[in-house]
């Protein structure tokens, strides 16, 4: 091999090195502010594979253009997370990753060619409305298992908003709650998930996962 293409060989192979290596400056630590759904794709359509606790982080490795879905990896399981519940340290500030500052060098991904992930069923093309925000405050409720039992035995409807199903976020008033015998909240199926709602604030207390 002569020593002009022996030369340009490493070069290229230094080069592809830089490239890898900026992609992967590009990952960021964020954090979940709420406890977090992870699913299999960027949007409410895709099953929930996994959860990121509030407070608990894991690497940012792209978004969505054009959309609030982000991909990231928790302990080496990746998935996608909805971006309005992730915030990073940008230059000394908690930055919503939502926002996407030039500075956060937050890469853009393509999403999933249609069909190579599995959606929920009744989920595509039944969307109806947006979960409302930010997340308010709500007080921690810990339903007894008698609750969780009816819940899951009398399922109803899904209905299927933009967003995440979240602790605080709230419903629109065009989702009918139900009734529980003898118990203060409400609940719906919302985005594939039953959840407890109080009736008054129309906002989310419970999520069973």
């Known amino acids: ?29 964020v954090t979940a502010t709420t406890d977090l759904n992870v699913r299999a794709g960027p949007g409410t359509q895709y099953p929930v594979i996994g959860v990121i606790g509030a407070g608990q982080n ?15 990896d928790e302990g080496g399981k990746p998935g996608f997370v909805y971006s309005s519940y992730l915030t990073a340290d940008i230059g000394g500030a908690q930055v919503v990753i939502t926002e996407r500052p030039a500075e956060a060098g937050v890469v853009y991904i393509d999403p999933p060619a249609e069909g190579s992930i599995k959606v929920m069923e009744g989920a595509t093309g039944s969307i109806r409305g947006e979960l409302i925000g930010p997340v308010g405050h709500v007080d921690m409720i810990d339903p007894p298992d008698t609750v969780r039992t009816y819940v ?3 399922r109803v409807e899904p209905v299927y908003l933009e967003g995440e199903v979240v602790v605080g976020a709230g419903l629109p008033d065009t989702v009918e709650l139900v009734d529980i015998p003898e ?26 996962r």
């Open 152 to 154: 899951t035995s009398n």
């Open 183 to 208: 118990y203060d909240y409400r609940y719906v199926y919302v985005n594939g998930q039953p959840a407890l709602v109080e009736p008054s604030t129309r906002r989310i207390v419970y999520v069973y």
């Open 58 to 72: 894991a690497m940012l490795t792209g978004c969505v253009k054009n959309s609030r879905w982000c991909a990231v």
């Open 1 to 29: 091999m002569s020593l002009n293409k022996s030369s340009r060989m490493i070069a290229f192979a230094a080069g592809a090195l830089l490239v890898t290596v900026g992609v992967a400056a590009a990952d960021t630590s």
